[in-house]
């Protein structure tokens, strides 16, 4: 997936849901987008669009899902589609969405998974750019979290993602799963994993105004002794799957492709976020390799003193990347 062009799609593909917490109609439509735009969500209000950049400065505190938010426009539950493109290493997208509702739109659940927006991707086609990508290259560990959930990045010379969950369920208990960065391992290993959820836990859910459109259709439930869904899991460790969905889907808001390898324990939205947050907090734990452009100055922007003191080497003329 790690070429050295920006990428986007070849043409505009759409699909129509339910938001999982608003229980909304909503139809998200990805599409084409130029060099150094990054993802961007666009909404229509009458005659005018509305946009909002997939970025970490955007962020909006929700629970249980990633949300961004500027001038006005919310977008939630955005993690699912940001980690198709992202996890396929598209650079630059817009992401419309019409959700009816004007105070908070909701990307649709679709299945749970990422795999229907992968499936858009595919179809649409990718396409390779003429401008090169720019990289954040992890130099030293960067961690987050205390003894119990952590997340931690480290230097690699390939992108690479290790999770662990550890849940006192008979069906997960503790599951590790290491994933290569590439699309096709993407496409085959993480995509399909969807959304889960305890039973004990979805009345309370309700009861908080979340969850309004879960359904056996976009999340897996599981009892005390089995799941409530109909056939089996897709895989047997399809939670921790999922978890690496969600991390490369939050990932995407800091708007450059990371080389490093990251490690989560027990981690979950906040914490995805938090990394991404501290990644920006630690200018001396990385540098940017490839071309300057506007992707890499905006992030300079999101670094304190970062205008100033941020550089991009360029790319060695060998790199695989
Ligand atoms: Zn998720």
């Not at 690479?160 to 208990?173: C, E, F, P, R, V």
Request: aromatic fraction near 6%; charge should be negative; charged fraction near 20%.
């Amino acid at each position: 997936m790690l070429g050295q062009r920006q990428r986007t799609i070849g043409q505009t593909m759409s699909a129509s849901g339910v938001g999982l917490h608003s229980g909304r109609p909503s139809k998200v439509s990805l599409s084409p987008a130029p060099v150094d735009n990054g993802i961007v969500f666009r909404r229509k209000v009458n005659s005018h669009v509305e946009t909002c950049q997939a970025s970490i400065r955007n962020l909006r505190p929700m629970e249980l899902c990633t949300a961004v938010g500027s001038n006005g426009f919310q977008i939630q539950t955005t993690e699912h589609v940001l980690s198709a493109l992202w996890g396929f290493g598209i650079d630059n997208a817009f992401i419309d969405i019409d959700s009816e509702n004007i105070d908070s739109e909701e990307v649709p659940a679709m299945d749970g998974s990422a795999a229907p927006f992968a499936k858009l991707i595919q179809l649409a086609g990718i396409l390779p750019q003429d401008r090169h990508r720019t990289y954040l290259k992890i130099l030293e560990p960067i961690r987050v979290g205390d003894d119990n959930r952590t997340i931690s990045i480290l230097p690699s010379p390939f992108p690479k993602i290790t999770y662990t969950i550890d849940y006192d369920h008979q069906l997960i208990q503790r599951q590790t799963y290491e994933h290569e960065w590439s699309a096709v391992e993407f496409e085959a290993n993480i995509a399909q994993a969807r959304t889960f959820a305890f039973s004990h836990e979805v009345e309370a859910l309700r009861a908080r105004g979340l969850g309004n459109g879960g359904s056996l259709d976009n999340t897996i439930v599981f009892t005390e002794t089995g799941i409530m869904n109909e056939g089996t899991l897709r895989f047997p460790d399809e939670c921790v799957r999922h978890k690496v969905l969600d991390l490369i889907g939050d990932l995407s808001l800091l708007g450059i492709h990371v080389i490093g390898h990251i490690v989560g324990k027990r981690s979950g939205h906040h914490l995805h976020t938090r990394l991404v947050q501290a990644i920006l907090d630690n200018p001396e734990a990385w540098t940017l390799v490839g071309p300057p452009g506007k992707l890499a100055n905006d992030l300079a922007d999101l670094v304190p003193n970062g205008k100033d003191s941020i550089q991009t080497v360029p790319l060695p003329a060998n790199s695989a990347f």
